[in-house]
């Protein structure tokens, strides 16, 4: 790490060692937000979506000969047939089910409910064999689904939570861009989000070496004398990524250096108790890693003062 007098007048630190006791001692256990658990906006907006189709299939639930009625309601409304693969929270639209092994060779059958296909009695077929086989009409054949709309919302709750990990690190690049939207207003500097190197060529004539085009670097913050580029992320608990992430950055931090730029690393999360070494050794070759607890109080603001 590049030691700076900033250390000592904001936290008190007055080696690198000392900085790097309070990086590591200074970690937050999470960033959770309210938005964090179910972003509504996407389940109600896949929900309205199919809405219309919820309610004609709930004349379904309870029927006797229910395949008979179901072939019907799709025969009537071929464009239910679109929807099959929503009711058991599978996004693909087409799917090949292994139905046989144990004679020696393995056989499929295939399924597809894109909305291009043709709606034939053929696939109609094919849409109700799928839904027995997947035991969905038992479901709704004995009642144990009472209303297909409240089911789907709830399927659709189910798949949102895939998305936690994602916004999790949203929530991160959230909490820095209030910081550094501040500084930037405070100071009159510009600064991109989610940038790539055609777009800091494109807004500030600058050059950015990266191994892939299409990678986008959180923030971007032009001054008069330098560019910055900052990272964000947060790790609740270990693992493997906390190693590759590390060694990734302080391979990007050459490459940056060596283009005129500065390169500052935020991350945090309780996650690097499991990882100290792999810290450590990035933040001996990085210029500056500094946690939330080091943006709030200013250090970021004053590094880039500093160096504009």
């Known amino acids: 790490m590049k030691y700076s007098y900033i250390f000592s007048e904001i936290l008190n630190c007055q080696t690198s060692e000392q900085v790097f006791d309070y990086l590591i001692n200074n970690l937050k256990e999470s960033i959770l937000k309210w938005d964090y658990f179910v ?21 379904l639930i309870g029927k006797e000969n229910i395949e008979q009625e179901a ?12 929807i099959v693969p929503a ?16 004679s020696g060779q393995f056989q499929y059958q295939g399924f597809d409910f894109n909305n291009k296909t043709k709606i034939t009695d053929e696939v109609i077929e094919k849409a109700i064999i799928f839904l027995r086989q997947t035991g969905f009409l038992n479901q709704i054949e004995s009642q144990q689904i009472k209303s297909l709309p409240d089911y789907f919302l709830g399927v659709e709750v189910g798949l949102d939570t895939n998305g936690r990990k994602n916004r999790s690190g949203k929530a991160m ?36 070496t990266v191994k892939n085009s299409a990678k986008k670097i959180d923030f ?37 250096q060596n283009d005129g730029h500065q390169f500052i690393w935020v991350t945090d999360g309780v996650g690097w108790l ?35």
């Open 220 to 256: 971007a913050i032009n001054t008069p004398n330098k560019l910055f580029l900052i990272e964000t992320n947060f790790y609740g608990g270990g693992g493997s990524k906390l190693k590759a992430t590390a060694g990734e950055y302080s391979d990007i931090f050459i490459q940056w």
């Open 173 to 208: 690049e959230e909490i820095i861009e209030y910081f550094i939207d501040s500084i930037c207003q405070h100071h009159d500097f510009e600064y991109i989000s989610q940038a790539t190197s055609d777009k800091i060529k494109k807004k500030f004539n600058k050059h950015l």
């Open 274 to 308: 499991t990882a100290k070494k792999p810290l450590r050794d990035a933040f001996n070759k990085i210029d500056y890693i500094l946690n939330l607890n080091m943006i709030q109080a200013g250090v970021l603001e004053a590094l880039i003062i500093e160096k504009r």
């Open 71 to 82: 072939k019907r309601l799709f025969q009537e409304h071929p464009k239910l047939v679109y």
């Open 87 to 102: 009711l058991i929270a599978y996004r693909d639209k087409s799917v090949k089910i292994l139905t046989e092994y144990k």
């Open 39 to 59: 972003n509504w906006e996407k389940v109600n907006c896949n929900f309205r979506d199919v809405e219309i189709s919820l309610n004609l299939l709930n004349y």
